[in-house]
């Protein structure tokens, strides 16, 4: 099934867009890990997702995804899977974005964490704790060795609504990004706390 999930993406973006170690085979297992997860919700968030949006990972049929990253290619949908549902991917901050979705109705996909601040805030800050803290599921995918990324992660993972459920580290051995920093990542998968 990951391989026919796999094949169904459309084509990385690669070395066109500064991030050639995303163009190997071994990446988008990510992705497909995480669209396991936010399965069961109605609408998908992400934040992130740059030049692999998690949309085309997803086999369920979700309501809506919504896809935030100012490198992302903006695209807008109707459908996916064959079912109504309303896709965007938004060029932009995700403090940029209003996101109006009831407690609990979404899963939140943040792979290849690495938030940086907007017009001088710090990236850790309401706008992110409030989706962190609304969401049904939060899966975050992030390089160990990245420090922006592992320094948010103890805040993230301190917030008094949410639990750990699925901890896995991944090393990414293909040629495009065996030999970066991005190689070695952990994937995070966290529920609120009933």
């Not at 704790?129 to 993230?156: H, W």
Request: proline share 7%; glycine share 8%.
């Amino acid at each position: 099934m990951i391989q026919s999930i796999l094949k169904a993406v459309p084509e990385l973006g690669g070395a066109d867009t500064g991030l050639a170690h995303l163009s190997g085979p071994a990446a988008p297992v990510r992705q497909v890990i995480a669209a396991h997860f936010l399965r069961d919700f109605a609408h998908v968030v992400e934040i992130g997702g740059s030049v692999m949006p998690i949309t085309g990972f997803l086999t369920h049929r979700p309501q809506s995804v919504l896809s935030v990253d100012p490198h992302t290619k903006p695209f807008e949908a109707e459908t996916l899977n064959g079912a109504p549902c309303r896709v965007r991917h938004l060029a932009r901050k995700f403090q940029e974005v209003s996101f109006d979705l009831a407690p609990r109705s979404y899963g939140l996909a943040m792979i290849g964490f690495s938030l940086r601040g907007f017009g001088g805030s710090d990236p850790a800050g309401a706008a992110l704790f409030g989706l962190l803290d609304n969401a049904g599921v939060v899966v975050i995918d992030y390089a160990l060795a990245l420090e922006r990324a592992s320094s948010m992660i103890p805040t993230i993972l301190s917030r008094p609504g949410l639990k750990t459920e699925f901890t896995v580290d991944l090393t990414l051995d293909d040629a495009a990004i065996a030999n970066s920093p991005f190689a070695a990542r952990r994937l995070l998968v966290l529920r609120p706390k009933v």
